[in-house]
């Protein structure tokens, strides 16, 4: 069974993160493919949370304002949804 689109979107895109442990010990954290998408913390576990948060907020906003997003993976959130008329149901 294939998970839900948005599920599957985040999770494949957080394979692509990218950490690295800066001069002050602090944790940066980002998403190549999603420009913009960055965080930072004091630890690692701390940096992959904020991530995933960022990710997520960055993804909803770009569907509410109509941007392309990266297609990641076998996720395209870019596809347009054909929706029926209730009646025909």
């Not at 909803?60 to 149901?89: Q, R, T, W």
């Amino acid at each position: 069974m294939r998970p839900f689109i948005l599920t599957g979107y985040i999770k494949k895109a957080l394979t692509c993160a990218e950490y690295d442990k800066l001069e002050d010990g602090t944790f940066a954290g980002r998403i190549p493919p999603c420009p913009g998408v960055i965080a930072f913390s004091r630890t690692l576990r701390g940096c992959e949370k904020e991530l995933r948060s960022t990710l997520e907020d960055w993804v909803l906003l770009g569907l509410k304002l109509g941007h392309p997003l990266p297609i990641i993976g076998e996720y395209d959130l870019n596809k347009k949804v054909a929706h029926e008329p209730m009646a025909a149901m």
